[in-house]
RNA sequence: AGGACCAUAGCUCAGUUGGUUAGAGCGCCACGUUGACAUCGUGGAGGUCGGCGGUUCAAAUCCGCCUGGUCCUACCA
């Protein structure tokens, strides 16, 4: 073996070799266990918080399957329907220089197909180096007929139960995209703007009841002033109650509208009054509906004015016989040209009171960035309060549950409120709609155009189309889990797999994805998709920031793996940047941070980290020198492991029990001790995995591998392997072969074990060196190995009680509290590590004197002592360094070693201590309601405490004193 | 505006049903290359658990208020 691990050389090797012996797919026998991966993007690249939630996955996929379970973890990709479309139209443009409507839209979806075919499994071969287990053969993609199919047939369904409907509705239109987005898809950023307050004239000579001629109404959207309808009042709202009912002469374009009494104003804004638009804002729409005014358009798709108005009532209908003219001047103009234009006309015209700046929220289009605009468009809705209503009892009744719980708040809080979904987007890229119409305009839903004539007797000869819009990408991936496993149609892995057992995702997405594919699961298989969600907290930087390009803050996950040199860091985070200007900075802070780049970690190593750091908590600030300390533990298993393969490899190491002929074993105490701390570290780690507490499972492997197996057990193999027989009766020396046995064995199997516990975290390391260990451990043939096993598919180690051994427990923490206290006296008197020492062991029971015995050889081994004896007499004692451990005291004789006062200055330490507590403990059983109240149990805690510190700290005042009288 | 979550050692984080001498890793200080490992070993320093108040015999833990931070929802005429 290599003297450190070297992750680069084995985990290809790995990989490659589980993958070929098909070793990721279900096994059919046993529990089902199933896990559908959050689909990427097709467009992405293995970020941070992919890699963090597959190692989640993958640990739990390899637990369940070394647990013995059927498991699937199925594997698949998102067409991302927009920021698909937007990369390859950006590639288009790059490349050929033409729009996608130069190509046309079957010749454009090729070019994106094209694409995918190339780059589209760029992040599927990025997972593949996580080591992540998930069946490749299942690999599934949202735009796969198979699962098209699913789409339209889901469509088809909802559609007949009046669960989807289209309409003529105000969404939230994207200018640049040119499509509808969904509320989710909005991003609303704090900003400055302003809010103008025009005077509206009232019409007719009609005057407000102090006088004016006007109205004044506010707007942060001056140039939607050209589709409003009416201006509110609120009915309550005494100023204005003689006016509703009159009219407004709406500046600039002329037009006579209402003044209505609508709860919308509020009395205590502003004026009080409010102009109405029901076509540019959602609010001013619900005003429309109750004062039942018309829709008046003024926008174009391109967020340009309109040179007439388009007017529709409120059920959709285009209004011919409306006055739709609106002023020239501003016609074609952009919305914010537009505006300002307005603005100065109002001014002009003497019609602008005031101009104030607020703080105030807009939308953004999350992908593109433009300004979102309220648009009235045509568009496919999905009505969702029937949907959710059985959504929200599923978590209710603990059908689903989420971990932690706290996120089924958020949940309910969402699910409780919700808006109807517009699931038609105007793309190229994604599932077509299936949905057919005439040429009278009439709509046809079906699966497929022959069916569309089928079902509604349409004749041959009659053109059809079909819709040219296609749905979000949420509506398709909103069936995932059912989907993927062939639905519509009852197959097998259907009946096997679905429900799945655990979702893994991140709380951001819970609203996008988790509560619709809970709708629509259940909807359409009457069950759910999943029985626990594990919502994991998001991936940020070391100062808690979000990791972005343009922050230029982003570590990509190979990187960590690989290691990076700066240059190329540098090169990573500033090249390509939306904004070059903050180049520089971002490279400043780069070489700031990273001196030297970014050395090679290793797959396991940032598992572990992304393990030890999956907390309960919302963010996840990514600690590198974790990861650094994380390597480390890799090197320390491997070189433990170097270790036992030293002196175990080609040894007999009991494989062959005495029942089939081989030798007898004896364990040391020591060894004793190991197998039942192993069993607790395997029942903890167990705990913790299935409550899905990752940290504290990985806490538990490192504690066990190096605070007890390296510190401790590797230490206390020595003395018994290194003995030599020489010299020995012929009796002991046989003995001494059965006890090498023993401890060999034990060194083994502990080891074999740890692998297999660690492998779900760690698959790369545990296999390389299971390979080697597990043939000594018996539990792999020698002709196997390499060949045709692999710790993946060998058993969970269950914790097995007849292995706990209290008393080699007891014996061994006794034994490490001397030799503590021994380096104690040797560090703080200064004593050189390698000096041998004497030591004298008095004033404890007969019990420590026979542990003496019993551990003399470990004792005389790890503390490096000259000699340890056992003094009956305490009187007898010289003058010595002391430490007690129990009621026992530890004696180092000062003769030639000892400082007199640096021990004085450390005795007195040690009092200090003890007084402290002595001092606590006697304050709370002084307290009479404590001794009255308390459980007796808790206090006679206390009371032993007490009783202990006092008598230790008695022992270490006299031996004060008798140093002190020198 | 409403709600959620967070605040523990210099840093990143644990702390289960209230009773622990409040822990880990990293960092820091001192010493150390003897045969698994300097990606290491040994010893050590370091915290009035954000603040105030309450409940209790007992609070990092439960309750209230405040401060600071993050996020979500809503409003934004």
């Not at 001056?222 to 409003?228: A, R, S, V």
């Not at 072969?737 to 502990?750: A, F, I, P, S, Y």
């Not at 005389?860 to 010289?878: Q, Y």
């Not at 002084?926 to 009371?943: H, I, L, M, Q």
Request: charged residues 30%; aromatic residues 8%.
């Amino acid at each position: 073996m290599e003297k450190t691990y070297q992750p680069e050389s084995i985990e290809a090797r790995w990989y490659q070799r589980w993958e070929a012996d098909n070793r990721f797919a279900p096994s059919g026998s046993g529990a089902p266990f199933s896990m559908m991966i959050p689909p990427p993007n097709i467009t992405g690249s293995l970020h941070m918080g992919h890699a963090f939630q597959d190692t989640i996955m993958d640990t739990l996929t390899r637990y369940k399957r070394m647990q013995g379970n059927n498991t699937l973890w199925q594997i698949g990709t998102d067409h991302a329907g927009i920021a698909t479309q937007m990369l390859v139209e950006r590639k288009l443009a790059a490349e050929e220089g033409k729009t996608r409507h130069d190509l046309g839209r079957d010749a454009f979806m090729d070019k994106v197909w094209e694409w995918k075919e190339e780059s589209g499994d760029h992040i599927t071969r990025q997972l593949r180096r996580m080591g992540a287990s998930v069946d490749w053969s299942r690999e599934r993609f949202t735009m796969d007929d198979g699962f098209y199919k699913a789409v339209q047939e889901v469509f088809v369904r909802l559609h007949e139960d009046n669960l989807i409907y289209r309409g003529k509705r105000l969404v939230n239109w994207d200018p640049t995209l040119h499509t509808a987005i969904s509320d989710l898809e909005v991003e609303n950023r704090d900003q400055q703007g302003s809010f103008w307050h025009f005077r509206y004239p009232l019409a007719d000579g009609v005057k407000t009841d102090d006088g004016q001629d006007h109205l004044v109404v506010a707007t942060t959207r001056p140039e939607t002033l050209l589709g409003d309808t009416g201006v509110a009042v609120n009915p309550e709202d005494p100023r204005y109650a003689s006016l509703v009912g009159k009219f407004i002469e709406l500046p600039l374009v002329g037009r006579r509208i209402p003044i209505v009494a609508d709860e919308h104003a509020d009395m205590d804004k502003g004026s009080g009054c409010v102009k109405i638009t029901p076509a540019h804002d959602f609010n001013d729409y619900e005003v429309g509906k109750r004062q039942n005014h018309l829709l008046i358009n003024v926008f174009s798709q391109d967020a340009t004015v309109l040179e007439n108005a388009e007017i529709y009532n409120l059920k959709g209908q285009a209004q011919p016989d409306e006055d739709a003219s609106l002023p020239a001047k501003y016609a074609r103009l952009d919305r914010f040209e537009a505006r300002k234009l307005i603005v100065d006309d109002m001014d002009a015209a003497g019609l602008l009171q005031e101009v104030e700046t607020v703080n105030n929220t807009m939308p953004f289009g999350d992908r593109s960035g433009d300004i979102i605009e309220p648009l009235l468009t045509d568009q496919w809705f999905v009505a969702v309060d029937e949907l959710a209503r059985p959504a929200i009892k599923a978590v209710e009744d603990g059908d689903i549950e989420f971990v932690p719980k706290n996120y089924e708040n958020m949940y309910f809080s969402w699910m409780r409120d919700l808006q109807d979904w517009c699931i038609s987007r105007q793309l190229w890229w994604g599932h077509r709609i299936p949905a057919w119409y005439d040429e009278n305009g009439n709509v046809y839903v079906a699966r497929t155009e022959e069916e569309a004539r089928e079902k509604h007797n349409i004749a041959a000869d009659v053109a059809l189309t079909q819709d040219d819009d296609v749905l979000d990408t949420w509506f398709s991936s909103a069936l995932w889990t059912f989907g993927t496993l062939g639905w519509p149609e009852q197959t097998e892995e259907l009946a096997t797999f679905h429900p799945t057992s655990v979702l893994v995702t991140g709380f951001d997405i819970i609203f996008f994805w988790v509560a619709r594919m809970i709708m629509m699961t259940l909807k359409f298989t009457g069950d759910v998709p999943f029985k626990t969600v594990y919502v994991h907290g998001l991936v940020r930087d070391g100062q808690g920031n979000k990791m972005s390009k343009s922050k230029g803050n982003v570590l990509d996950p190979i990187d960590l793996i690989d290691g990076i040199s700066l240059d190329d860091l540098v090169e990573k985070r500033t090249g390509n940047m939306m904004q070059p200007q903050k180049a520089k900075a971002i490279a400043k802070a780069t070489r700031a941070e990273f001196k030297d780049g970014i050395e090679p970690h290793g797959t396991d190593a940032l598992r572990f980290t992304f393990l030890s750091q999956a907390t309960t908590g919302r963010d996840i600030k990514f600690d590198m020198s974790r990861l650094d300390g994380y390597r480390n533990f890799c090197n320390k298993l491997w070189n433990a492991s170097r270790y036992v393969l030293m002196n175990a490899d080609g040894e007999d190491c009991g494989q062959v029990s005495p029942e089939q002929g081989g030798g007898d074993v004896i364990l040391s105490l020591a060894d004793r001790w190991i197998l039942s701390a192993l069993q607790k570290t395997a029942a903890s780690v167990t705990r913790y995995i299935d409550d899905y507490r990752f940290d504290h499972a990985s806490q538990a492997l490192y504690d066990f591998v190096w605070n007890e197996y390296c510190d401790w057990y590797l230490e206390l193999s020595k003395p018994v392997l290194w003995e030599e027989a020489e010299g020995m009766s012929s009796v002991a020396a046989a003995e001494l072969v059965k006890r090498k046995r023993g401890t060999r064995q034990t060194l083994v199997r502990v080891l074999e074990a740890v692998l297999r516990l660690a492998h779900p975290m760690m698959p790369y390391i545990s296999e390389e060196i299971w390979q080697r260990v597990a043939p000594l451990a018996g539990t792999l043939s020698d002709t196997q190995a390499g060949e045709s096993d692999s710790i993946m598919a060998k058993a969970w180690p269950e914790a097995d009680e007849r292995l706990i051994d209290d008393s080699a427990s007891r014996n061994i923490e006794w034994l490490k509290g001397v030799i503590v206290a021994v380096r104690n006296v040797r560090a703080e008197m200064n004593i050189a590590p390698g000096k041998q020492i004497d030591v004298l062991l008095t004033k404890g029971s007969a019990e420590d004197a026979e542990r003496l015995e019993q551990n003399r050889p470990f004792l005389m081994k790890l503390a490096k002592l000259e000699s340890a004896a056992w003094l009956d007499n305490p009187g007898d004692a010289p003058l010595s360094a002391t430490q007690l451990v129990g009621d026992m005291e530890v004696l180092v004789p000062m003769a030639g070693l000892i400082d007199k006062d640096a021990e004085l200055a450390r005795l007195q330490k040690e009092i200090d201590k003890h007084d402290k507590q002595i001092g606590a403990v006697e304050k709370k059983l002084g307290n009479e309601s404590f001794t009255a109240k308390a459980p007796k149990a808790v206090v006679d805690k206390e009371r032993g405490k007490l009783a202990e510190a006092q008598s230790a700290r008695a022992l270490l005042e006299e031996q004060r004193q008798k140093i002190a009288a020198l």
